[in-house]
């Protein structure tokens, strides 16, 4: 490694200084980047001579204290614990230093009640693990509001209790967010009552008047589809992602989770179809050539190497795979770009709905490309009115004899 930049280390972990460039530069690392890295590895190195420390010595609050040191005064690169993980991975790899602690247990009665809760959502319910860590997120402040001591406290539990939780919450969240707060609690409540811990009181969660229920959601104008989409820079490897991303939202009106879930075997190049994970099943849609075109660029010129399977990665090293939240982070981004407010990536998908509708899309083919399993949600997405849909959905599946 002779042509690598000239980065001196001393003391203990010298002998690891080309693991550490070759662990770096590996993982997709600009040379400048590394460089920057492969210099903390030193600074940590001489840290630890001057402190008498091995480096099986370095706990994790001795990698505090190595940080805190960085903060003194005059110090300059500050650096938290998660900037120093590059250096310290290979090194664990290598067992030079120990391994990382266990993940803390939240061992509270407030925390073994929501583990158990976790568990009843994946193992029982089977719900989706994004969908279960969610309602897990939600449900805490509740958990948390009771004050619990002792389990059998919950026979105490009061429909009182707990519609006043979702009352006082009504006046701090938006409609959406405050529909999946109902939904988590209800099957919070659900679960205690399979417990044994409660009576159930799930029926006392109070319904979200949707304002926006009995209207129809917003899609985007045509015209600031197309600026949103032009305002990605397709001469760049960001660029080209972040195209293919938003066409895959606009033409075929794939939700965030679905757009960060596709692996690179979805795509059917042959048969000219995707095949997209919907709500506990897979779905098959067509690939539009326009969209295909897209994800071909992607791939051939923006998409970095890596051993990961998933279509969509960060282009920023070390190109970890994107998450729903990046995905609806590219369309925040764009519109901006485009002049135009914060655009939240479901419009996209009500934009798809209403563009087959203008187009003459019967409301079956829509469902199925939107994987709906009733046409009145897909009603709800079209903006149709409910009674006209009345004659259509005796022929769906399902639907409204």
Not at 38 to 52: E, F, G, K, P, T
């Amino acid at each position: 490694m002779s042509h690598l930049p000239l980065v001196r280390i001393t003391g203990p972990l010298a002998p690891y200084r080309d693991d550490l460039w070759a662990y770096l530069l590996g993982q997709g690392y600009a040379l400048f980047s590394a460089r920057n890295l492969v210099r903390v590895a030193a600074h940590l190195s001489r840290w630890l001579q001057d402190a008498h420390l091995s480096p099986s010595d370095l706990t994790q609050s001795r990698m505090e204290a190595f940080l805190q040191a960085r903060r003194t005064p005059g110090a300059r690169n500050w650096l938290t614990a998660k900037g120093l993980e590059p250096i310290l991975a290979p090194l664990r790899a290598l067992r030079v230093i120990p391994p990382m602690g266990p993940v803390p247990v939240d061992l509270s009665l407030p925390g073994q009640l929501i583990r158990g809760f976790e568990t009843y959502l994946l193992q029982e319910r089977g719900i989706q693990p994004i969908t279960a860590t969610s309602y897990v997120r939600l449900v805490r402040p509740f958990v948390d509001r009771l004050g619990l001591s002792d389990l059998s406290e919950l026979r105490e539990l009061s429909a009182e209790r707990v519609s006043g939780f979702i009352l006082r919450e009504a006046h701090s969240s938006g409609i959406g967010y405050l529909k999946l707060k109902v939904t988590a609690l209800r099957a919070f409540l659900r679960f205690l009552h399979v417990q044994g811990l409660s009576s159930d009181l799930s029926a006392a969660v109070p319904a979200v008047a949707g304002r926006r229920s009995s209207g129809l959601p917003r899609g985007i104008p045509e015209e600031q589809v197309r600026r949103i989409e032009a305002s990605c820079d397709r001469a760049t490897a960001t660029g080209r992602r972040d195209y293919a991303i938003l066409l895959l939202l606009s033409r075929l009106g794939l939700r965030a989770c679905e757009v960060a879930a596709l692996e690179l075997g979805d795509v059917r190049w042959a048969q000219g179809e995707i095949a997209v994970g919907g709500k506990g099943s897979e779905a098959i849609l067509p690939l539009p050539e326009e969209v295909g075109e897209a994800l071909v660029a992607y791939l051939k010129a923006g998409r970095p190497t890596s051993t990961s399977g998933k279509m969509f990665l960060q282009v920023r090293a070390p190109h970890r795979e994107m998450t729903a939240g990046a995905v609806k982070a590219v369309v925040r981004s764009a519109a901006r770009r485009a002049g135009l407010p914060s655009t939240g990536s479901h419009r996209l998908r009500h934009t798809a709905a209403t563009s087959m509708l203008s187009r003459g899309v019967s409301l079956p083919d829509i469902a199925q490309v939107l994987r709906h399993q009733s046409l009145v949600t897909t009603a709800i997405y079209a903006k149709v009115d409910f009674q006209v849909l009345r004659p259509l959905a005796r022929s769906w599946p399902g639907g409204l004899a």
